[in-house]
């Protein structure tokens, strides 16, 4: 990828040792997928979005604070064997797949929770409210889920890759991807404040479309793409490795590059 302009100036001073980089954010982010076919749920950000504005991109988002408490109702494997499978420790791990099924909701109005560990909600229309509350972040996920009498289940998500954003860029973010399927009875809503087309697609379609595709969300389109249901994509057992692309001279223009490094 050529940088130019600013991001290519910040290239040569990340380069020289001028460059003090923006700390990353953790986040986390959800391929949300339905069959058959096989298809992947992908929102393109509104040109008015400071990052990443025009980009398809799947749901996902910052980690709140409070996604971090241990006391949130919580089924599946539990954050000390996610701290496992995310290569974090046990509050980041806890916190990581509460961000990803609470921006999941925000962003699609699908839930990855049920009253118990072998439910899930079969429909989210009623908690419109609740959910306006947690992008303004009046409510935290843990309040949401107790005052409902829901539990978070962790087992509806599987991890799939690990980015993290360059260094030259002024907004960052260590962001851990996951898969999850639309549960049974849930339907997508066009809810998303940050969104202004949603669609769902093939992950062969979207890699032709057209579409702008930042390079993580390529590269998992890309994984995605060699599967044909839902249960081959949970059977699999991806390697995951931490990718951050990085910033090179080649024939005098700075570029990117994660060579080395999928």
């Known amino acids: 990828m050529p940088l130019s302009g600013e991001l290519g100036v910040r290239a040569r001073d990340l380069l020289a040792g001028r460059l003090v980089p923006v700390p990353a954010r953790a986040a986390a982010t959800v391929a949300l997928l339905r069959e058959p076919p096989l298809e992947v749920y992908l929102l393109r950000r509104a040109a008015t979005m400071a990052f990443a504005a025009g980009a ?14 241990v006391d949130i109702g919580w089924a599946g494997p539990p954050p000390a064997d996610w701290a496992v499978m995310l290569s974090a420790d046990e509050e980041t791990a806890r ?50 889920l107790a005052d409902n009498g829901l539990v978070l289940r962790s087992d509806l ?6 980015w993290i954003t360059p260094e030259i860029e002024t907004r960052r973010f260590d962001t851990r991807f996951f898969v999850a399927a639309l549960p049974s009875g849930q339907r997508t809503r066009d809810v998303g404040g940050e969104a202004d087309t949603v669609v769902w697609t093939s992950p062969a379609e979207a890699l032709t479309s057209g579409y702008f595709l930042m390079p993580p969300t390529l590269h998992t389109l890309t994984t995605l793409s060699a599967f044909e249901t839902v249960a081959d994509v949970f059977a699999d057992d991806p390697k995951i490795t931490t990718v951050m692309p990085v910033p090179v001279e080649k024939a005098g223009q700075m570029v990117l590059t994660t060579e080395g490094q999928i």
């Open 56 to 69: 398809y991109v799947f749901p996902g988002g910052s980690v709140d604070p409070r996604d971090a408490v």
């Open 95 to 144: 916190s990581l797949v509460c961000a990803a099924v609470r921006e999941t909701f925000e962003e699609s109005g699908v839930l990855l929770a049920g009253r118990s560990a072998a439910e899930v909600v079969p429909d989210t229309t009623g908690w419109e409210a609740e959910r306006l509350a947690l992008i303004s972040r009046e409510l935290s996920f843990a309040d949401f």
């Open 157 to 162: 998500l599987k991890p799939w890759a690990h």
